[in-house]
T-cell receptor
Framework: DGGITQSPKYLFRKEGQNVTLSCEQN?????MYWYRQDPGQGLRLIYY???????QKGDIAEGYSVSREKKESFPLTVTSAQKNPTAFYLC???????????????FGPGTRLTVL | GQQVMQIPQYQHVQEGEDFTTYCNSS?????IQWYKQRPGGHPVFLIQ?????EVKKQKRLTFQFGEAKKNSSLHITATQTTDVGTYFC??????????????FGQGTILTVHP
């Protein structure tokens, strides 16, 4: 059964602690993305990766870090430098087409992070 | 940077009424996608529009892409309670080097009263 998994669904952390959110996909997609969603807000791009061992900052990368050591996995670390980390985090993947076009983004179920 | 504005932010309708959400980009788009997010869920792809002036229909949903490829709309005819959720547009900037990088609108939250 193909798809994207994110774990855990809910996560609580104390202020000042780093936390890593998991994202795994078995869709064989090259591109993966991390978004942040705040209540009543749209999706803001944190980081994205077009290929293994490569990633780029999105619009709100400060206080976050990522790695892309495997095609299937794109973990996101929320560091203590992120001033307002409480949010809903969504991971997505897509299979970009040649010529700069873009394909459908498939989203995982999300992780709701609360920093106390 | 590229901005995608979506209006209205909220829309409350009675079941059976029509609904429209509008999306405007600050830059010309290569294509635009629409997603639906049910309450408590994650965004799910609805459709992609690529051509100038393109119109696509999915049952009661009609999607349009403007002639200048800078705006788009989603119209739902005779809403049902199953249409409840947040509708997002997402655009890919034309001629950009950000391969596959979409910019999402803020979304329109639709509430349907039975």
């Amino acid at each position: 059964d193909g798809g994207i998994t994110q774990s855990p669904k809910y996560l609580f952390r104390k202020e000042g602690q780093n936390v890593t959110l998991s994202c795994e996909q078995n869709l064989n997609h090259d591109a993966m993305y991390w978004y942040r969603q705040d209540p009543g807000q749209g999706l803001r791009l944190i980081y994205y990766s077009q290929i293994v061992n490569d990633f780029q900052k999105g619009d709100i990368a400060e206080g976050y870090s990522v790695s892309r050591e495997k095609k299937e996995s794109f973990p996101l670390t929320v560091t203590s430098a992120q001033k307002n980390p409480t949010a809903f985090y969504l991971c997505a993947s897509s299979a970009p087409r040649a010529g700069g076009s873009t394909d459908t983004q498939y989203f995982g179920p999300g992780t709701r992070l609360t920093v106390l | 940077g590229q901005q995608v504005m979506q209006i209205p932010q909220y829309q409350h309708v009675q079941e059976g009424e029509d609904f429209t959400t509008y999306c405007n980009s600050s830059t010309t788009l290569s294509n635009i996608q629409w997603y639906k997010q049910r309450p408590g869920g994650h965004p799910v792809f609805l459709i992609q529009l690529v051509k100038s002036g393109e119109v696509k229909k999915q049952k009661r949903l009609t999607f349009q892409f403007g002639e200048a490829k800078k705006n788009s709309s989603l119209h739902i005819t005779a809403t049902q309670t199953t249409d409840v959720g947040t509708y997002f547009c997402a655009g890919l900037r034309a001629g950009g080097t950000s391969y596959g990088k979409l910019t999402f609108g803020q979304g329109t939250i639709l509430t349907v009263h039975p």
